[in-house]
């Protein structure tokens, strides 16, 4: 049932906000609250559903907020206290948008009939967010907290997700307003990439035992690491992490797995060079940190990209093919049209993983002495 201006009571714009939250989920919120965020503090004592998780600092609430995103898999909230909070919190946030990580981020602003005087710690809260953030802004009117808030939540989940960030003047939390909350929207994001079949014959086409795969951290965000895991089995191919990773998104105990790229352009492409193309499953996957001469992609690699994030593909590097689609939902139609096309050189598919499990065993008993010998060593234990 859609609510009418006229039947929806009058209420602060703090307990508004807290209606927004609780539909979309929310049961924690995470911050170190001032004196900015007393409308808010106020409207929690008769909201005792969510809960809010004090930190020492903001620097350690915006961590807590990123480690229950990630482990929740869904958006958090965080509440920092106006522009001294939002400082001592940034240096986390811009980890929270590196890792790509779902956040709802607010700050308490001062009244803003109070900014002509410059208050003690005001400042411009959207341009300072700006630069960590999706995007930042500030509400100026109770009637437009609802709106933002869904978009907030909406936006900050959407490929590329990471934080968005809006500052809640004390006025604004305070003020009466009649606005509805309105209700959460169904959002469906896994979209099937296209020219799945073309993608197919450029994989199957690949002699194998030529073809790596970079495991990207939208495999764990997509929950699609048992369709990597399928994928790499069906064409044998050695599984390498990201340069950069924020997650584990293949499991490291598989007999394919490679290991993560180097941060360095040349020893990237010296890894690279071995193969005659590479598959990154999600943005990201070639990162470097520090400069060095030449590109990560040998002029003899294809490279082939499937992504949410349409803004990652053939960003850096020339591709062959890239889609734009959800890692599981593509995989998943993916896979079948692979069958067929690689039954004709299964007993070399099936060679291949024989061959890197055989190699895992050897690598473990290889180190295992070793390793006994140090604890050992370390034990003062001589034998």
Known sequence: MIATVDSVAPRRGAALLLEVLRSEGVRYIFGNPGTTELPLIDALTETPDIAYVLALQEASAVAMADGYAQGARRPAFLNLHTAGGLGHGFGNLINSHVSGTPLVVTAGQQDSRHAITDPLLSGDLVAIATPAVKWAREVTNADQLAILLRRAFHDCNAAPSGPVFLSLPMDVMEAMTAAPAGAVSTIDRCATAGS????????????????????????????????????????????????????????????????????????????????????????????????????????????????????????????????????????????????????????????????????????????????????????????
């Open 196 to 383: 799945l079949d073309r993608l197919a014959d450029h994989l199957a086409a690949v002699p194998p035992g030529r073809l790596a795969l970079i495991a990207g951290d939208e495999i764990d965000s997509s929950d699609a690491s048992s369709q990597a895991v399928a994928l790499a089995d069906r064409l044998g191919a050695p599984v390498y992490g990201s340069s950069w990773p924020a997650h584990i998104p293949f499991p490291t105990a598989h007999p394919l797995w490679a290991g993560n790229l180097p941060t360095k352009a040349t020893e990237i492409a010296e890894i690279l060079g071995g193969y005659d193309a590479v598959f990154a499953l999600g943005g990201k996957s070639l990162i470097t940190v520090l400069y060095t001469e030449g590109s990560a992609v040998p002029a003899s690699t294809q490279v082939f990209q499937l992504s949410a994030d349409v803004r990652d593909l053939g960003r850096t590097y020339t591709t062959t093919l890239s889609m734009v689609g959800d890692i599981r939902a593509s995989l998943d139609a993916l896979l079948p049209l692979l069958e067929p096309r690689l039954a004709p050189q299964a007993e070399a598919y099936a060679k291949l993983r024989a061959r890197a499990a055989e190699a895992r065993v050897a690598r473990r008993g290889a180190t295992a002495p070793g390793l006994l010998r140090r604890l050992l060593a370390r034990l003062g234990i001589t034998r």
